[in-house]
């Protein structure tokens, strides 16, 4: 899949159900340097709703695009701050 974005890293959270794909987003989050993406694979579908909640929520974060695939769920989060 290619995508616009300048993936900084890439987080594998396939097989993890609710909450580890947002607890493993946080954690990566914030290992990287403002203005960097992160790209997020996740195989549960909650990790939907469950992303855009925790960003929405989250000063210093902004999710930039989710792509519902057949099997995997693959977000893009930026590091704002």
Excluded: F, N
Excluded at 35 to 42: F, I, P, Q, Y
Excluded at 47 to 61: E, K, L, Q
């Amino acid at each position: 899949m290619s995508t616009e974005y300048d993936i900084a890293e890439t987080l594998d959270v396939q097989g993890a159900s609710c909450p580890m794909p947002v607890v493993k987003t946080k954690t990566a989050i914030d290992d990287l340097d403002a203005g960097e993406v992160l790209e997020v694979l996740a195989t549960d579908p909650g990790s939907m709703s469950d992303i855009d909640g925790w960003a929405s929520g989250t000063p210093g974060v902004e999710l930039l695009d989710q792509v519902d695939g057949d099997d995997v769920y693959t977000h893009y989060v930026r590091k704002t701050e």
